[in-house]
T-cell receptor, first 113, second 117 residues
Framework: GENVEQHPSTLSVQEGDSAVIKCTYSDSASNYFPWYKQELGKRPQLIID?????GEKKDQRIAVTLNKTAKHFSLHITETQPEDSAVYFC????????????FGQGTTLQVKP | EAGVTQFPSHSVIEKGQTVTLRCDPI?????LYWYRRVMGKEIKFLLHFVKESKQDESGMPNNRFLAERTGGTYSTLKVQPAELEDSGVYFC???????????????FGDGTRLSIL
């Protein structure tokens, strides 16, 4: 089955700097990769997703890149703000007749004012 | 549009007792998922309903866990009897994959924090 590795586990940046979180996956047939942001005590919130037929997607300060050959995808947050502080999870949808998402271990991002 | 709602938000029970969690998906969403996050670890898949049918229950830990979705609307997840290792946050998510348009986003609820003493 699919396996997703996420790095780093913690990331601390200064407000205004960029943050990059990287994930690798094992099943080359996986075709959907969402990113979720979870603030303390709240629900995981989808912030961006990418399908395997595109290499990059951008939404304001957030972008995701996908390298299918290398089987990795990354989240880029530019001009970070304190409200970006949260746990970020990457996920890959298993390539089977199921909607199962396989999540990475999570990255705790701290943006210092 | 109302989001995914879960009840209760917290539950504290003793080992050996029974607990039932409820999830109401977004109206019209045929796909309903249960996930669990044990403290400090990743979110792990438990099972997937399409309407009232179990599409994939490969993530269910053991036969102490029973999920139902009678009528294809809300779902319940019962743990009986609860063990210490069942503690964690149980999330429900829903999505609507339209015919020919797969991979629609999964929208999560706030979760139920389950503590087994």
């Amino acid at each position: 089955g699919e396996n997703v590795e996420q790095h780093p586990s913690t990331l601390s940046v200064q407000e205004g700097d960029s943050a990059v979180i990287k994930c690798t996956y094992s099943d080359s047939a996986s075709n959907y990769f969402p990113w979720y942001k979870q603030e303390l005590g709240k629900r995981p919130q989808l912030i961006i997703d990418i399908r395997s037929n595109v290499g990059e997607k951008k939404d304001q300060r957030i972008a995701v890149t996908l390298n299918k050959t290398a089987k990795h995808f990354s989240l880029h947050i530019t001009e970070t703000q304190p409200e970006d502080s949260a746990v970020y999870f990457c996920a890959a949808k298993e390539a089977s007749n199921t909607g199962k998402l396989i999540f990475g271990q999570g990255t705790t991002l701290q943006v210092k004012p | 549009e109302a989001g995914v709602t879960q009840f209760p938000s917290h539950s504290v029970i003793e080992k050996g007792q029974t607990v039932t969690l409820r999830c109401d998906p977004i109206s019209g969403h045929d796909n309903l998922y249960w996930y669990r996050r044990v403290m400090g670890k990743e979110i792990k898949f438990l099972l997937h309903f399409v309407k009232e049918s179990k599409q994939d229950e490969s993530g269910m830990p053991n036969n102490r866990f029973l999920a139902e979705r009678t009528g294809g609307t809300y779902s319940t997840l019962k743990v009986q009897p609860a063990e210490l290792e069942d503690s964690g946050v149980y999330f429900c998510a829903s999505s609507q994959d339209w015919a020919g348009v797969e991979n629609q986003p999964q929208h999560f609820g706030d979760g139920t924090r389950l503590s087994i003493l």
